[in-house]
Structure formats: C-alpha cells, structure tokens
C-alpha cells in the first residue's frame, strides 16, 4: 500500500505535502511528531501521507532536502539578479540569513540529533563556505575588495558557518542563525570593501 501510494501520488500533490510538512517542522521542529500526529495536522490519511516517502525517517529526510533545495535555488536567483561582486557578496549573506530566519530553535535542535538530516545542514553548510569563497575571488579579481588570500576568507567563514551550524554562536552570544548571518555579512564586508580609489594596489 505505502509503495502503491508512492507511485500514485501525483507530483503537485507531494509537492504541496512536503510545503505543510515543511511549514511545520521549521515552526516546531519534527523529532516529537508520531506519523499519527503528521496526518492530523495534514488532515489526511496515512496512505497520503506515505505519498512523500514510506517511513518517518525517510519523511524527514525528503523534507529537510527540499528545504535546503528550495533555498539554495532562491539565493542563487537573488544572487543572480545582483550588480558586482560585492553587491552579490553581500546578497548572498543576506539571502542565506532571510532563508534562515523562520526556522525555529526546535528545527536545528531536532536536525543537530538527527544524523542523516545533519549531514545534509553540514554539506549545505560547506557548500556556503565555498560560495563564499568564490564571490570574495571575484570581488578581489574585480577590484571591488581588497586583496586578500581568498582562502582564508573561505576557510574562516567556513568556521564561523560551522559554529552557527552546531549551535555554538547562540549559545556564546544569544544570537539565532539568521542574525548569525547578518553580524557575519557585516564583519565580512566592513573587513573586505576597499575605498575605490584604494581598491587596487598600484602597480608601479
């Protein structure tokens, strides 16, 4: 039945059940949700329920990926529509921290003690770093920032990132993901932007 309910659920259908699904578990989290309590917040049966994927764990899992897919697919479009490369530098921090900012205490809490979905947050996580990485690249190459070692930069916001991941900053400094990314833009960008006529090393 969970099999045949799969396959015969149509694509908008699931889509629209993994948007509830998501909805939910970023406001309250899922590690405390039975399937039981899933299809009465849904209104819906186990069988369409089962539509999304044949266990909890695997539910979980396929809502937590289009979460981060949804997200990385709209933080490329802003960044995408961005002018130079510190204006999308700085879009893209923003972005992330907009994407980040319904997500309630309960969700990265459950994620955190929840291996397979946080393997997902730790590789969406480097993933971030390394975009970071290369928008720096192009600000310095484009004299827009400073001269600096590109990899360091992406090596330190990667350990900045991996800290908001785990918790650590919130716990140190009271601060949610969102902000996290906010403060974190700000220190990135106050460091890096170069005054134009400083913004490259004379070459004489």
């Known amino acids: ?9 149509s ?7 993994l948007d ?15 399937i039981g309590d899933l299809t009465d917040h849904l209104r819906c049966s186990r069988t369409t329920l089962y539509a999304v994927a044949p266990s909890k764990e695997q539910i979980v899992l396929a809502v937590v990926r ?7 697919e709209r933080i490329e479009a802003r960044v995408s529509a961005a002018g130079g490369p510190r204006d999308r530098l700085a879009v893209y921090l923003d972005a992330v921290a907009a994407e980040l900012q319904p ?6 809490a459950d994620l955190a003690g929840f291996g397979p979905g946080n393997d997902i947050y730790q590789e969406n996580t480097r993933f971030a770093a390394r975009r970071v990485q290369r928008l720096v690249v192009e600000g310095v190459d484009a004299g827009e920032l400073r001269p600096v070692d590109a990899s360091f930069v992406g090596a330190a916001a ?18 949610d993901a969102a902000e996290a990314y906010r403060q974190l833009a700000d220190l990135v960008l106050g460091s890096l932007t170069a005054a134009p006529s400083a913004a490259r090393r004379p070459s004489g």
Not at 20 to 34: C, E, M, T, V
Request: glycine fraction near 10%; charged fraction near 20%; hydrophobic fraction near 55%.
């Open 1 to 9: 039945m969970i099999a045949y309910a799969a396959r015969m659920a």
């Open 11 to 17: 694509p908008a259908r699931r889509a629209e059940l």
């Open 20 to 34: 509830q699904l998501r909805d939910l578990f970023l406001a309250k989290g899922f590690a405390a949700f039975s």
């Open 66 to 72: 289009s979460y981060f897919r949804g997200a990385a």
């Open 103 to 108: 997500v309630s205490a309960e969700f990265f």
């Open 158 to 175: 990667a350990q900045v990132m991996g800290a908001i991941q785990r918790g650590e900053i919130q716990a140190g400094t009271g601060l």
